[in-house]
Every structure is written in structure tokens, then in C-alpha cells.
């Protein structure tokens, strides 16, 4: 499988017969010889200002309970290590401030995958996302489209895999218009996403089964082989992060992993040779400090885009927004919604701009609250190819209650794509399935054993 191991930066020596479990025990056995427990991550951390529990304790001794909870199986974990790992929102603020080199974020990440398997915050997460997503893919697209985002591919050699991930399949109309750029760059790609070939996130961090979990990444990577990429190209920074940090270097691949804004920006002459249509906005753009360099690239390539103005740049924690991102440190977040809006409903703002799945559907809801219009940037770069971007077929459910009405509206969809549900079914569930509420272990009714 490997074609330029070399490419890989190996923190551990990589054993493709090292289970996900062992692999985890090896990275704690390294952590614990390098972390000095010196409280620098703790200090660096936005979301600690804003816990009571946390602020009150001393740095050094929230580290030294994440890493005595990781040692000794039978201890309870100290409450504000516990606050911490919980309300980590993956900013990343803490991996420069670490004198040792760790990576503090993937250090609380693992712990958190250790706290899921001691706890089961959220059982049967994986089957209640699928179900949602599923349902939520049919509600929307017709079935040519849902095959196109869901149905596994034949192998063959393409240049890029453009991997959707799960979650972002609930928003289908950026997935479209980032497929519309990579057609009009003429690269050779196959799509691959869904859950079908989930990164292993859910299973591993979210579940706390780590066997299981690295077996799903372990065969999504061996899936992304078969096509021979020399780039997978990820939409969702939870897939990137999980992929090239939290587990890297767990199996050897032969090509890169990268967030697709970093291939646009290395094409961007090429993209700005095609542009031919002006976008006369004036916009703000909404980024996430978590994978900064997001949102760097996104503002490069709307500086490219004629007509259209970047008047001001919002940078929020986390990683991106929703339950796996900012929403987990809800007090930071609320602090820093308050000043976006501020800026998201100045006279000189035509339009927010999101950048990722869950973002855009957070901005969205608040955007029909404050009266302020979120567009992707996906959407503007296809208006600037002279395209008419993919529909946003969720708009039409935002915002509503009226689950009922929802679920008739859907059904004709539903049946074309062959979802069985009732419409007192589907009504009881879309008020959980339009929260993600899987994600605090609702969604139960799509749990078989509960
Ligand atoms: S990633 Fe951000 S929220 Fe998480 S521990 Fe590091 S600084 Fe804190
Ligand atoms: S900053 Fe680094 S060395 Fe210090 S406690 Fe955090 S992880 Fe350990």
C-alpha cells in the first residue's frame, strides 16, 4: 500500500498489526515520560477562564488528573480534569505553549476517548448518527444525489479522493459546491464520505471503543489506498484532526491528507484564471482558531474572487462550531457569539461567510434570529465560475418547529429513497435528529439495545 512512506512523519515506529488499543497505550506510555505536569496547556487554555471549578484549581493539578486517571483504572477522575477534557473545544491554543513539544490537544482527546470507555456518555453513538444522516441525506436529495455522497465506489486510480466525512453529508449543498470547483479545476476524483467511511472518531473518542474504532479507520484508510490518491482532500476538520493528529501515524498510507482549502489555495492561479463573473459582495468571514490555517486559505481565496470585498475577519474557539467543537465550552462560546453578531450585523456586512458544515447551519439559525444572510464559501467561489451553486436544501427546514408538517413535506423524498418511516415516526425524531442531539446521547429511539 505504501508508495512514499516518507511522506508520513512517524512519531511511532507504525505497525500495521498494532491494534488501535495498544497503539493508545504506547502514545500514554510517551506522554507520560515527556509531560513535566508543569500547567502551561492549563494556563494557555481559553475555556478555563470561564469554568468556576477550573479557574479555582492549579494548572499542575488538572494535568496530573487527566494523567493519574489514565494510570490507575480503578481512580475516579479529578473534577476539573474532567471539566477540562470535557470542555475542550479543540482551539489548539495550548500546543504552543507546551515547553516539552507534547501536543496538549491530542493528549486531552485521548482522554477523553478513555473517559468514553469508562463512562459511556454517549452509547450507540455511531448507529444514532448514521440513521440521522441517512434520513437527513434522503429528506434533501433525490436518489442520484444521495448515491453520489453515500454509495461506496468502484476502486480505480484517481489523483484526489475528496472525503466528505459524516456529518457534513446533513448539508449536502457545500459537499456539491466543492465538487463543482474540483470539476471545474478538471481533477480526476472520486468522492468518498458517509458512514460507511467514517474516519473512526465516533466509535474511538465519542464511543470509548477503541478496537472497534480502529478498525472503521483502519478500513477507511485502506479504502482511500484502493483509489490510489496522491491527496485525500478532507472537508470536515473533526476527519483531519482525528486522521493526521489524534491517531497519526497508527497506519502507514501512501498519500497526503489534507483540508481541501489547502489543494485550492496551491490551484488558486488556476481557479483565478477561471473566474469570469463578479460577486459584488461586501462580506465577513467567520473562522474557528482551531486549524487557523482554514481559514487563512478561505480569505486568500475570496481576496481572489472579483467583486467581492472581505471586510472584516470573526475568529471564534473551538475548532468549528457545534456539539464536537464550540458548543462543548458553552460559556466561552456565548462571550464570543455576542461580539460575532455585534460585527455580523454592521451596515457594511452583505453577507456572513461560513466555512464549514457545522458553522454554516449555526450561523444560519442565528443569522434568521439577528437578520444578517451566512453564505459558504464554497458558494461564492462557484458564483465567481459562473455557476449557480447547489440549492441549500436544509434552508427550507431551518428555524421550524412545525415537525409534522416537516415530516409530510419530506415523505415523497423519503419514499423515493427508500427511508420506511411513518409520519409519527419521522415527527418524534426530527426535533432530536435537527439538534444532533446524538451527541448528548438522545436520538434513543435509533438505539437498538436501549
Ligand atoms: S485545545 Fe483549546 S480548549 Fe482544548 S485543552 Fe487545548 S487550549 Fe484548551
Ligand atoms: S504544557 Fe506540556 S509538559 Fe506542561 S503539563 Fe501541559 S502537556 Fe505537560
Redesign the pocket.
Same mark, same amino acid.
Given at each position: 500500500m505504501a508508495r512514499d512512506a516518507a511522506r508520513i512523519p512517524m512519531e511511532n515506529q507504525t505497525d500495521s498489526r498494532l491494534s488501535l488499543d495498544a497503539y493508545v497505550a504506547r502514545s500514554w506510555e510517551n506522554l507520560f515520560d515527556a509531560c513535566t505536569r508543569c500547567g502551561k496547556?492549563?494556563e $494557555? /487554555?481559553?475555556?478555563?477562564p470561564f469554568v468556576a471549578e477550573l479557574k479555582q484549581d492549579d494548572p499542575q493539578s488538572v494535568v496530573a488528573g487527566v494523567l493519574d486517571y489514565m494510570v490507575d483504572q480503578n481512580a475516579p477522575i479529578r473534577q476539573s480534569s474532567s471539566l477540562?477534557a470535557k470542555?475542550?473545544?479543540?482551539?489548539? $491554543? /495550548?500546543?504552543p505553549a507546551c515547553p516539552a513539544s507534547i501536543n496538549?490537544?491530542r493528549m486531552?482527546n485521548l482522554a477523553n476517548a478513555e473517559i468514553a470507555r469508562r463512562t459511556s456518555p454517549t452509547p450507540h453513538l455511531f448507529h444514532k448518527m448514521s440513521r440521522a444522516i441517512r434520513i437527513l441525506a434522503a429528506m434533501q436529495l433525490v436518489p442520484a444525489d444521495v448515491a453520489r455522497l453515500l454509495r461506496p465506489r468502484k476502486a480505480r486510480d484517481v489523483d484526489v479522493v475528496f472525503y466528505t466525512g459524516c456529518n457534513a453529508i446533513r448539508t449536502p449543498s457545500l459537499l456539491f459546491n466543492a465538487m463543482s470547483i474540483l470539476d471545474a479545476l478538471d481533477v480526476n476524483y472520486e468522492v468518498m464520505g458517509g458512514p460507511a467511511s467514517c474516519c473512526g472518531i465516533v466509535k474511538s473518542k465519542w464511543e470509548g471503543d477503541l478496537s472497534r474504532g480502529g478498525r472503521v479507520t483502519e478500513q477507511t484508510l485502506h479504502r482511500f489506498g484502493e483509489f490510489k490518491p496522491e491527496r485525500v482532500l478532507n472537508w470536515c476538520p473533526s476527519c483531519q484532526i482525528h486522521l493526521t493528529e489524534t491517531v497519526r501515524d497508527y497506519r502507514e498510507v501512501s498519500f497526503d491528507i489534507d483540508h481541501i482549502t489547502k489543494y485550492l489555495i496551491e490551484r488558486k492561479d488556476d481557479l483565478r484564471m477561471r473566474f469570469n463573473t463578479a460577486v459584488n459582495l461586501r462580506v465577513l468571514l467567520h473562522t474557528h482558531?482551531?486549524v487557523p490555517q482554514v481559514g487563512r486559505d478561505v480569505l486568500e481565496l475570496l481576496q481572489a474572487v472579483p467583486g467581492l470585498t472581505v471586510v472584516d475577519v470573526v475568529e471564534e474557539?473551538?475548532y468549528m462550531c457545534g456539539s464536537s467543537g464550540a458548543d462543548r465550552?458553552p460559556a466561552l462560546k456565548q462571550h464570543h457569539r455576542a461580539i460575532t453578531l455585534d460585527r455580523c450585523k454592521r451596515p457594511d456586512v452583505d453577507a456572513v461567510v461560513s466555512l464549514y458544515h457545522a458553522c454554516h447551519r449555526n450561523l444560519c439559525a442565528d443569522g434568521s434570529t439577528h437578520g444578517f444572510k451566512v453564505v459558504s464559501f464554497t458558494e461564492l467561489l462557484v458564483r465567481a465560475l459562473g455557476q449557480e451553486p447547489f440549492a441549500d436544501t436544509m434552508e427550507p427546514f431551518q428555524g421550524r418547529n412545525d415537525w409534522h408538517t416537516i415530516a409530510r413535506e419530506a415523505a415523497p423524498l423519503l419514499e423515493e429513497n427508500g427511508i420506511d418511516m411513518d409520519e409519527e415516526q419521522l415527527a418524534a425524531a426530527l426535533p432530536e435528529i435537527f439538534a444532533m442531539a446524538e451527541y448528548k446521547g438522545g436520538l434513543c429511539q435509533f438505539a437498538p439495545d436501549e
Open positions: 496547556c492549563v $494557555a /487554555c481559553p475555556v478555563v477540562w470542555q475542550c473545544n479543540g482551539c489548539e $491554543a /495550548c500546543i496538549p490537544r486531552v482558531h482551531g474557539p473551538g465550552s
